[in-house]
């Protein structure tokens, strides 16, 4: 059965599982819910969903207040990277001014 003979017309049924999670990781950012950093670096660990895990690396970086040794290593360490994952871990090295030298210890 179709999402949207199911749902109706709720957002879900025509916008998808994925983009609905997707934008439950952007509301813990947008909440400051730092309870939710543990579950950031799960998904970052974890998903195969190359969205979810871009945008838990935003969420990330609104989130946390500093930069470990392990979070950078995490971080580069991802298996084929798509271009959002690329940009941004960039854009959240950029932030946390994480340099080349930090990145390749």
């Known amino acids: 059965m179709a999402n949207s003979k199911k749902f109706g ?8 599982k994925n983009i609905l999670q997707r934008n439950a990781i952007i509301a813990l950012a947008n909440a400051n819910d730092r309870s939710a950093i543990p579950k950031l670096l799960e998904i970052i660990e974890t998903s195969q969903n190359q969205i979810h895990i871009a945008t838990a690396i935003w969420s990330l970086g609104e989130l946390i207040r500093e930069v470990t040794p392990d979070l950078v290593d995490l971080l580069t360490s991802l298996k084929n990277p798509s271009p959002a994952i690329i940009e941004e871990r960039e854009r959240f090295f950029q932030k946390f001014h994480v340099d080349e030298i930090e990145i390749q210890k």
């Open 9 to 16: 017309m709720v957002a879900g049924s025509w916008r998808g």
